[in-house]
């Protein structure tokens, strides 16, 4: 088979899968993925990149070269229980790539649901390829280890930026899991320190001393808290990921489980529709209050 035949199934259909297949889609790969008991947004998000839709597990499975499995990190174990019997029965011998933010742990007892299958570990970093460009470098890296990780590297033809880590299963996740909690960790860290200085009415003093002593810090909390709100009900499983990881809570593993209530707090709020915390964290945020 030619490269310009590839052939890849993306299970998930949220902001990242979605981007990738259509990135994957549109230097010239077929992509497919399933939207069986989906929202209408993910159907919406699925039009919109073009991709290929097939609702049998097993022909999505048998007609891959790679399935890239790109869900919240909750979701990652219930999706290789789902297609282990399809990859079962599949004479063909698709790839599967878990593309999600889990502990090693996590993601080495997936290769073992899913025995028998080529296995690669990939962490994702970065955000969403944005539509219209097919250059690796615009978009996220993925960063895969195991034993076919070097197999990955076919999709670099197809606008995708690959890194090969000379390591097994688990090191990929580590990578990224790592990444994240400190990119992710640092927002909870801010976000829960801004919304105790805003109670006692000093979030004004606060701004004015970042202002003065850490501009880029405060930059990047303008920057990082509202891009948070929509994302924070994906991150708890994350953070909980991120604890486990760790593991041992003298070497900070109840950091991560806090982080993870934090979240879980900031989406309850949002779902609320009037929050006096969530209108105050925004409020800060604003670069121009006149």
């Known amino acids: 088979m030619s490269e310009a035949e590839m052939r890849v199934a993306i299970i998930g259909a949220g902001e990242m899968g979605s981007a ?7 230097c010239g790969a077929r992509v497919m993925t399933s939207l069986k008991d989906r929202s209408a947004a993910s159907i919406e998000r699925v039009k919109g990149a073009g ?10 499975v048998r007609d891959a070269d790679f399935v890239l ?28 790539v878990e593309c999600n933010a889990i502990a090693p742990a996590t993601t080495r007892r997936i290769e073992e649901i899913l025995r028998g299958v080529r296995f690669i570990d990939a962490g994702i970093i970065g955000g969403p390829p944005a539509a219209g460009s097919q250059d690796p470098a615009k978009g996220p890296r993925f960063y895969a280890s195991g034993g ?4 990955l590297l076919r999709l670099g ?32 860290l801010a976000t829960a320190m801004l919304n105790a200085a805003s109670r006692e009415g000093l979030a004004d003093a606060l701004q004015a001393e970042l202002s003065r002593t850490q501009p880029g810090f405060l930059a990047r909390l303008e920057r990082s808290i509202p891009d948070m709100f929509p994302k924070a009900y994906r991150w708890v499983a994350e953070m909980e990921q991120i604890a486990e990881f760790i593991g041992d809570a003298r070497e900070g593993a109840t950091i991560y489980a806090g982080a993870s209530l934090l979240y879980e707090w900031i989406a309850s709020e949002l779902n609320s529709g009037h929050s006096d915390s969530i209108e105050a964290l925004a409020e800060f945020c604003k670069k121009d209050k006149n």
């Open 69 to 96: 499995s790109i869900v919240p990190p909750g979701a990652a174990i219930d999706v290789s229980l789902w297609l282990s019997q399809p990859f079962l029965l599949t004479g063909a011998k698709p790839i599967f």
């Open 20 to 26: 990738v297949g259509r990135r994957l889609r549109e």
């Open 157 to 188: 033809k197809f606008g995708l930026d690959i890194t090969i880590l000379d390591a097994p299963v688990g090191a990929a996740s580590a990578l990224k899991l790592a990444y994240a909690g400190m990119t992710k960790g640092f927002t909870a």
């Open 51 to 60: 991709l290929e839709v097939i609702d049998d597990d097993h022909l999505l």
């Open 148 to 151: 076919p990780a070097n197999e």
